[in-house]
């Protein structure tokens, strides 16, 4: 049974940090694929960082680039999303897939196998 749990989400004001994990049991940190997705209330999902667990090659959106961090800890079986000068327009439940498709979309939550249950992250001005 797969299961990716986050934990470390909460409130914080503007400009501070917040890291993000996700656990991993019954898949591999290492399948090709993880990606971090935020989704705020009225706004579609959107691929904030993903990385290439193969070459440990990071992909940003524009909106976090310089300020997020996505690594991996493949003893822990762990990916983390470390966030720093966090703004408002971050706020959003934050989650972690798990694409099995090396050739998917990087940012494309359709070509993700597995999901976490959310971490909620809130910042305030």
């Known amino acids: 049974q797969v299961e990716l749990v986050e934990s470390g989400g909460g409130s914080v004001q503007a400009g501070g940090s917040l890291r993000l994990s996700c656990a991993a049991s019954?898949?591999?940190?290492?399948?090709?694929?993880m990606c971090w997705f935020r989704q705020a209330p009225g706004k579609e999902r959107e691929g904030v960082a993903a990385?290439?667990?193969?070459?440990?090659?990071?992909y940003y959106a524009d909106s976090v680039k310089g300020r997020f961090t996505i690594s991996q800890d493949n003893a822990k079986n762990t990916v983390y999303l470390q966030m720093n000068s966090l703004k408002p327009e971050d706020t959003a439940m934050y989650y972690c897939?798990?694409?099995?498709?090396?050739?998917?979309?990087?940012?494309?939550?359709?070509?993700?196998?597995?999901w976490g249950q959310g971490a909620q992250v809130t910042v305030s001005s």
């Open positions: 897939a798990a694409g099995l498709d090396p050739y998917g979309g990087w940012f494309d939550p359709i070509t993700y196998d597995y």
């Open positions: 019954g898949v591999s940190t290492t399948t090709r694929r």
């Open positions: 990385l290439n667990t193969a070459s440990s090659v990071p």
